[in-house]
């Protein structure tokens, strides 16, 4: 294997680790709805949260890296420029994750002054890391950018998905930087802070995982080149046109004007199209010729994710962003129920079929299918989509009960925590994330010990 490969395992794993530390704490939020003294002045639920969805950023990121690393030097031919300095990057990104989150973990906040800004906690949601940390984030994404665009001219040879990724490596970059910041106008600062939250989770990072799942259809399915860009430059247009038109639908309730309210809820719904589209025509372009994959989770991965973004990001962002339901859906649980179902759909099933194409390589697998791993994707997908209605169900009880009849008073809100069918989805909730968590333990049982129950390839006889 090149060397960014093997780099790119070091990621993968790094990535399941801190995919299980999501999952455990996760699991803990869940708890805190049901026991709201639990651990009361000890490890309160905004840590609890914190932790949840930082390290929820943090695997996936790793995993997308991962991916590049992956397919980059099979793309051009060439290990990767500067892959030395990757390499001690990824030690540095590791050491200061585990250290933001044991100050996360045992200092957890501190005074509202520039020393707790730098060292402990921006305050910030889905950017709560210390300047530092942030700092450090940069770093690791230019050398990255370093490693692809520097590659990509070493070889004088620039393939459709690459120019779409390079391109994409400029805003993934730069946008980031609307984390350091620190506006005293509330509006302004969740004006730019919505540009983070959209435009480099749900926009750059769309493009990277079209990248990544373009090198994926090629890998498994055989998928012709000509599909998978196609559809990347679709998704280009969309992400640049929809993309920030649908930005809008994060406006409505910051003092923006108010034609953001219809534009923002119309374009919105747009962007996971396109990777939806390449999906089913890539698996209907292989009908044509029989599909003969040698990797069934990694198709069957890849398949989850397009309509898990098409499901999870579109519909179910399109049914609450809609500015006459997100009157009444905005920050409950439905809110937190599309983050369950797009962050999942969108990126984290791509990154699953990955370790699954790595895992073939590594392994030397013929053809990678078995038991084991169908009872992984069962239980995280049922976990998920269970724990996505429960989470639905407990946000449409505060929605109608809190906001449209109660008027959105503290004593509603209360009130509608209280509720039967608010408390039954809590309780939904967390019974679906233990069978999600029992889906994690089965996928990394199946991940590690993949090899010692399929036969390897076997290798040609030596010429006479």
């Known amino acids: 294997m090149y060397r960014s490969q093997k780099l790119a395992l070091h990621y993968f794993a790094a990535a399941v680790i801190f ?17 709201p003294s639990m651990l009361f002045h000890t490890f309160d639920f905004q840590m609890s949260k914190i932790m949840h969805i930082d ?9 997308m890296l991962g991916a590049v690393y992956w397919f980059l030097p099979k793309e051009l031919g060439r290990e990767v420029k500067g892959i030395w300095l990757a390499e001690i ?3 540095v990104f590791c050491a200061a994750v585990v250290v933001v989150a044991l100050v996360f973990l045992f200092v957890q906040y501190g005074s509202s002054d520039q020393f707790s800004m730098w060292f402990i906690n921006q305050g910030r949601k889905y950017v709560e890391a210390p300047r530092w940390a942030a700092i450090g984030i940069v770093i690791v994404m230019l050398v990255f950018a370093y490693n692809v665009i520097g590659t990509a001219i070493a070889t004088r040879r620039m393939t459709g998905i690459l120019w779409v990724l390079c391109i994409d490596l400029v805003p993934l970059c730069l946008v980031y930087l ?10 302004v600062d969740l004006y730019w802070w919505w540009w983070l939250v959209h435009m480099w989770v ?3 990072w769309e493009v990277l995982i079209g990248c990544i799942m373009a090198w994926m259809l090629m890998e498994v399915a055989g998928t012709s080149r000509r599909i998978v860009e196609t559809w990347l430059y679709i998704e280009v247009m969309l992400v640049l046109g929809a993309g920030i038109l649908g930005l809008g639908h994060h406006y409505f309730w910051i003092g923006t004007p108010q034609y953001w309210l219809s534009i923002g809820g119309f374009f919105s719904a747009l962007e996971p199209l396109p990777l939806l589209g390449m999906v089913v025509h890539a698996i209907y372009d292989a009908g044509t010729h029989h ?9 069957y991965w890849i398949t989850a994710e397009a309509f898990g973004n098409f499901i999870g990001a579109g519909v179910w962002g399109f049914m609450m962003t809609l500015p006459q339901i997100n009157l009444f859906s905005h920050g409950t649980q439905w809110t937190v129920s599309h983050g369950h179902f797009a962050f999942w759909g969108a990126y984290a099933c791509g990154v699953i079929a990955v370790l699954y194409v790595a895992k073939q390589k590594t392994s030397g697998i013929d053809y990678l299918s078995g038991r ?3 009872w992984g994707f069962g239980l995280l997908n049922f976990g998920m989509l269970g724990m996505v209605m429960g989470l639905l169900l407990a946000g449409m009880a505060q929605a109608f009960y809190g906001r449209a009849m109660g008027g959105s008073t503290l004593m509603a809100f209360t009130q509608s925590s209280e509720n039967p069918w608010f408390v039954s989805g809590m309780w939904a909730r967390t019974g679906f994330g233990v069978v999600f968590a029992l889906g994690y333990i089965v996928l990394v049982y199946d991940l590690v010990t993949a090899t010692r129950r399929m036969p390897k390839a076997v290798a040609p006889p030596e010429p006479a």
Do not use: C, R
């Open 202 to 204: 749900e926009g750059t």
């Open 55 to 63: 390290t929820l950023v943090i695997w996936l990121l790793m995993g």
């Open 291 to 299: 599909l003969k994959t040698t990797n069934q989770p990694g198709f």
């Open 372 to 374: 084991a791993w169908k």
């Open 178 to 187: 609307d984390a350091f910041p620190q506006f005293t106008n509330m509006s």
């Open 89 to 91: 990057l990824f030690w």
């Open 19 to 35: 995919f299980g530390v999501m999952t455990l704490f996760g699991l803990l939020s869940a708890l805190y709805y049901l026991y």
